[in-house]
């Protein structure tokens, strides 16, 4: 009597191999896809982390805002208070930056557009400056970020 060892046809593994694309297709569609890109998102964390930087070295960090990016800067020495003999680091690149690749960023002071730059101050003791921020997208939307000492620390809602 002879045996037969019988495995897989090349139809069968072909009809494996169309079903595991047809399932892995539908898997990613579930998947949900990343919003716009929100400078705002990215702009909170550079914020949040001069707010900790500042207190941890003991030093005044300096975020500056301009309609299409900003920059953190930190003072040195041991400035007590911000003047006009404050002296800021001078570094080749400054310790966090960020750009806006599309729309614009405003600062709000009582829903009233503020002349740019602006700067937003982040002290030892944990005080910052406290701003409201307005992003626009190229396509007319609009969002905004409120950053106070507590809204800071506080996650963002989705």
């Not at 964390?45 to 805002?65: C, D, F, M, V």
């Not at 404050?86 to 690749?101: H, M």
């Not at 960023?105 to 002349?115: D, G, V």
Request: with cysteine; aromatic share 6%.
């Amino acid at each position: 009597m002879i045996s037969r060892c019988r495995g897989f046809t090349l139809l069968e593994m072909m009809m494996v191999l169309v079903l595991l694309g047809v399932i892995a297709r539908y898997a990613v569609a579930l998947v949900p896809q990343p919003q716009q890109d929100n400078p705002l998102d990215r702009l909170r964390l550079t914020a949040l982390w001069a707010s900790e930087q500042a207190q941890i070295e003991g030093a005044i960090y300096r975020l500056q805002l301009h309609a299409r990016n900003w920059q953190v800067s930190a003072a040195t020495g041991t400035a007590s208070a911000l003047s006009q003999q404050t002296q800021w680091t001078a570094l080749k690149e400054p310790r966090a930056r960020g750009d806006v690749a599309s729309g614009e960023l405003r600062l709000l002071i009582q829903n009233q557009p503020q002349t740019l730059p602006a700067n937003l101050w982040f002290l030892p003791d944990g005080d910052m400056t406290s701003a409201e921020l307005e992003y626009q997208f190229e396509d007319g939307e609009t969002r905004r970020l409120s950053l106070t000492p507590t809204s800071l620390f506080t996650p963002p809602q989705p």
